[in-house]
């Protein structure tokens, strides 16, 4: 029997995903599930660097549960865990964060970003991507769905997993990102890349209200009611991501054809509608399952905390702290 190859990802627990956290990658993780083994996780000590309200993180790191489950993670398929029961990422990170220099990590974009907005920018988010190669590097993954905003820590993850193996003898294996070139930034209502901080989002569990709201703030032109439409427009581009192909051509024609924004509007109102309905039917039905949600992720914490310790172990022993 060949063995499956090794999957790995996760998301911060900052509050409700968005669309782009389910087509840029969570979706992959699902789509992905019965051919990897795979450890999907819930990324509460990333989350530390932006959250100071014990209350608002245990509530977040529980939704963020449900969230999964409700996409169709399957828990008999899946190693479903919270990282902070694996604490010896923490362990991992430092230890990195020894082999790595400030000049190297002061390259990384999320780093630079957050410099350039004069932000308070804590130790934490400038160690962000050493915690990251802790998480992959500790599960021993082959590939890592992310979208493309995570492309650079996976790089800065091989660079430390390399140096590490040329220091220390080979311990690590390389992983690679998988990244959906359709998928790779999904654009929000305002045309930047769709993210929390930008207001800009559709939530993948969004009312209809908050469908209809989102999609009212999305900007058009002057052009008349019966002119043809721009495809490559925000309005477009949005929409296309809720339809199959043959869906996605006839909504080209007619946007060709000339709709009036209002109609291509109330459209899009419709298709997010129709796929977000069944998700936010599935997120209830697990939202009402909170005794089992925690035993899911209590199991899946200490399977991965095993897999962890074992490679763990290699690693002090590698560096010399075993005597
Ligand atoms: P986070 O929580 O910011 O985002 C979760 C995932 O969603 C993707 N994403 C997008 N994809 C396409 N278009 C967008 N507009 C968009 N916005 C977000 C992100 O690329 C990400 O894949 N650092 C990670 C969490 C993490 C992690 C890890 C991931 C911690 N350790 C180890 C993989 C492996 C993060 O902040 O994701």
Not at 135 to 146: E, Y
Not at 164 to 184: C, H, Q, S, V, Y
Not at 240 to 246: H, P, R, S, V
Not at 299 to 323: C, P, Q
Request: charged content about 30%; hydrophobic content about 40%; aromatic content about 8%.
């Amino acid at each position: 029997m060949r063995m499956k190859k090794i999957l790995i990802s996760g998301v911060k627990p900052t509050g409700r995903p968005h669309i782009g956290n389910y087509f840029g990658a969570m979706k992959q993780f699902v789509d992905m599930q019965d051919d990897y083994e795979s450890s999907i996780f819930v990324a509460d000590l990333h989350a530390l660097t932006g959250i100071d309200s014990a209350q608002e993180l245990k509530s977040n790191i529980l939704e963020e549960a449900i969230d999964y489950l409700a996409i169709g993670l399957d828990p008999k398929k899946v190693t479903l865990f919270k990282q902070s029961d694996v604490p010896q990422v923490a362990e991992l990170a430092w230890i990195f964060d020894c082999m790595t220099t400030m000049p190297y990590l002061m390259r990384a974009h999320a780093f630079k970003d957050a410099e350039a907005k004069n932000k308070d920018i804590n130790v934490g988010v400038f160690n962000y991507p050493i915690l990251m190669a802790a998480d992959i590097l500790l599960s021993d993954a082959d590939v890592v769905p992310v979208g493309s905003d995570q492309k650079q820590h996976i790089e800065i993850t091989r660079d430390i997993a390399e140096k590490f193996n040329r220091l220390f003898g080979k311990t690590f294996k390389l992983p690679k990102e998988i990244i959906l070139e359709e998928f790779a930034t999904v654009i929000g209502t305002d045309g930047q890349k769709m993210s929390k901080s930008y207001g800009n989002t559709i939530p993948l569990f969004a009312t209809t209200e908050e469908i209809q709201k989102a999609v009212m703030k999305i900007p058009t032109d002057s052009k008349g009611a019966s002119d043809p439409k721009d495809t490559d427009s925000i309005l477009f581009k949005i929409h296309k991501l809720f339809l199959d192909q043959k869906e996605q051509v006839e909504l080209k024609k007619e946007y060709e054809r000339g709709i009036s924004y209002k109609e291509a509007k109330e459209k899009l109102i419709e298709s997010a509608e129709k796929f977000i309905a069944p998700l936010r039917e599935r997120r209830a039905y697990w939202a009402n399952k909170k005794e089992e949600v925690l035993k899911i992720l209590k199991d899946g914490g200490e399977k991965a905390n095993e897999r962890a310790e074992k490679i763990m172990t290699m690693v002090r022993k590698n560096v010399g702290l075993t005597l």
